[in-house]
């Protein structure tokens, strides 16, 4: 039998947390779980919750499957989503201390032929500038669910993205840079994003379960089903992949594997005695980078702050990193308090629901032996009041709706391919006495707006594009135009067949 030194036992204790659970958790606490997650018709969760360098307290509720019943573990795997973005700020600093990546070192300097919409901006856009939200370019859903084919084809097409904002002047959240950011640091280590988040990160900390594509689940495993609330009741959707969005939003986790995540952030880059990044590089990700308009809305919370990867504020006079995710039928709050060594992981199998950062303020105040605040009743009363005012609004809008505007040519004239320079193409076709598309996987209709105009809506999404057609002399409809964000020109779609 193998000796083990004093140091392999450093590490080993170091990696595996405790799940001991913390008396300050008890019945009480689930039942206010359980109240909450009716409340909100969130049909499972998972949560951790960690303080000192352990797991105090972690817990399955609720269904992973409303259709087979199956109960939520600490096991059940949920999309992170966003969340995926903090590992994606640590594998830069992991380069940074290597000396293979300089945070302000524009990017053409490692690759010349990237390029922004802007010129200027090409020259000077830094790996620091991607991760911060800070290139002025508005984020560009519609591309996104318009399924870009590679990841390659996202780095291509982001010097089509025209910037609504001036460069490095304001935060705008921008999904693809954080993709071609996480490509270009693995190109750098001579790997890919994967590889390299797999073997620097998930086997360091023993994060076993942790997968980056729907592909990796086997019907063996245990995995959330996705759901949304399209009237009162969670229906189901369809599990999306997101690799194609990568290092912006592809990592698929539970509460145990991600435990590990946090202690290994409140522990500043470290496993036991080895450090895997630098304290101070860590610091780098993890400190203000770019302030973020709006009200924090109480006077609990603080104005908001990004950094790389992370969000940064202060909840109760502490400071708070954290990031939360949204992506199709899943939800989830990562955060820490680094001043009291404390941090919680809530992941759901509900589409953008407010309970994650309920439960998340609710276990803060427990664990700072704060007074309770009431954040579920605030947080309800808050939605009722938004449900009773859209209620009136489209009531409305039906009585003020006027009679459908008639258009230039049959619906049938309107049908085709349109292909466009960076953002895709849209295979338009009539079905029902209406024109649909198809985008990610969803019919989105063509509602009609005006004279040849029309509102592309995405269902899942509940938004759309406004978009106008355009006819030839001939009177054939040859172009459409589609205002993919308010404060840019339209982009241009033009007829291949």
């Not at 190109?187 to 073997?199: M, T, V």
């Not at 509460?255 to 895997?276: A, P, Q, T």
Request: aromatic share 12%; glycine share 6%.
């Amino acid at each position: 039998m193998k000796k083990i030194s004093i140091v392999a036992l450093s590490i080993l204790f170091s990696v595996v947390p405790s799940h001991a659970q913390d008396p300050l958790f008890d019945e009480q606490f689930d039942a206010f779980v359980e109240k909450a997650m009716n409340d909100w018709k969130v049909p499972g969760l998972a949560l951790s919750i960690i303080r000192d360098g352990r797991v105090i307290y972690e817990k399955g509720y609720g269904m992973r499957s409303l259709e087979t019943k199956e109960k939520v573990t600490t096991h059940t795997l949920f999309s992170i989503a966003s969340a995926t973005k903090s590992f994606t700020a640590t594998a830069a600093a992991m380069l940074a201390d290597e000396s293979r990546l300089e945070w302000n070192r524009p990017l053409v300097n490692y690759f010349p032929g990237f390029m922004l919409f802007d010129e200027a901006a090409t020259r000077k856009v830094t790996i620091t500038d991607l991760l911060t939200h800070r290139t002025g370019i508005p984020r560009q859903k519609f591309f996104s669910i318009n399924a870009p084919a590679t990841r390659d084809e996202v780095r291509y097409s982001i010097r089509f993205f025209e910037p609504s904002a001036d460069f490095r002047q304001a935060f705008q959240y921008f999904n693809e840079g954080y993709t071609v950011a996480g490509d270009m640091i693995a190109e750098l280590a001579g790997s890919s994003w994967e590889q390299f988040i797999r073997s620097r990160i998930f086997e360091k900390l023993d994060m076993d379960e942790t997968v980056f594509s729907v592909n990796d689940l086997g019907k063996e495993r245990d995995y959330a089903t996705p759901y949304i609330t399209w009237e009162e009741e969670p229906e189901r959707l369809d599990l999306h992949d997101a690799c194609i969005l990568g290092a912006a939003g592809c990592i698929i986790s539970n509460v145990d594997d991600m435990s590990r995540w946090l202690i290994f952030n409140l522990n500043h880059g470290r496993i036991g005695n080895e450090s895997l990044v630098s304290e101070r590089n860590l610091s780098v990700i993890q400190s203000p980078r770019m302030a973020i308009q709006g009200s924090p809305g109480y006077r609990e919370l603080s104005y908001q702050n990004y950094g790389m990867g992370w969000f940064i504020d202060y909840y109760r006079g502490c400071l708070h990193i954290h990031h939360a995710g949204v992506l199709y039928g899943f939800s989830s709050q990562v955060s820490f308090l680094p001043s009291v060594k404390v941090g919680v992981v809530i992941l759901a199998n509900l589409n953008g629901t407010k309970l994650t950062e309920i439960l998340e303020w609710y276990i803060y105040d427990k664990l700072l032996s704060l007074d309770q605040i009431d954040w579920n009743g605030r947080y309800l009363e808050e939605w009722y009041s938004y449900r009773a005012r859209y209620k009136a609004y489209t009531e409305q809008m039906e009585k003020d709706k006027k009679p459908t505007p008639d258009l230039s040519i049959p619906l049938d004239g309107f049908v085709g391919k349109f292909q466009s320079q960076g953002y895709g193409a849209l295979e338009i076709y009539l079905e029902d006495d209406t024109l649909k598309t198809m985008m990610l996987e969803y019919e989105c209709p063509f509602l009609v707006s005006g004279p040849d105009s029309f509102n592309l809506y995405h269902p899942v999404e509940h938004s759309g594009w406004p978009v106008s057609f355009h006819a030839n002399k001939k009177g054939k409809i040859d172009t459409l135009m589609v205002q993919v964000n308010p404060g840019v020109k339209a982009i241009t779609f033009v007829k291949t067949r």
